[in-house]
């Protein structure tokens, strides 16, 4: 549940929480795009390459909308470094 102590948009003490779904919807996307990247890199069949291609994209638009989804609930950019390296940029 998302806590708010200060003025929405305010950083530090107090500041706004990240809800654990979130977070754990951004993680799956990480883990679902580097893995259609990973896809991608080995396989030689035309078909599977446009299976990679198309999976990495959904994976990409759905990070997107997640991410817009965190901004918008003012979870702390601090909050997403727990999720690891390798984040797509």
Same mark, same amino acid.
């Given at each position: ?13 107090? /500041?706004?929480? @990240?809800?654990?779904?979130?977070? !754990?919807?951004? &993680?799956?996307?990480? #883990? %679902? ?18 299976? /990679?291609?198309? @999976?990495?994209?959904?994976?990409? !638009?759905?990070? &997107?909308?997640?991410? #817009? %989804? ?20």
């Amino acid at each position: 549940m998302t806590q708010r102590d200060t003025a929405p948009g305010r950083r530090g003490v107090g /500041a706004v929480t @990240a809800e654990p779904g979130v977070l !754990s919807a951004l &993680r799956r996307c990480v #883990a %679902q795009w580097q893995g259609a990247a990973s896809l991608f890199d080995e396989v030689t069949e035309p078909a599977l390459v446009d299976y /990679a291609i198309y @999976a990495m994209s959904a994976a990409e !638009s759905m990070y &997107r909308h997640i991410a #817009a %989804q965190a901004v918008r609930e003012g979870v702390a950019v601090e909050d997403w470094g727990s999720m690891g390296p390798g984040i797509p940029s």
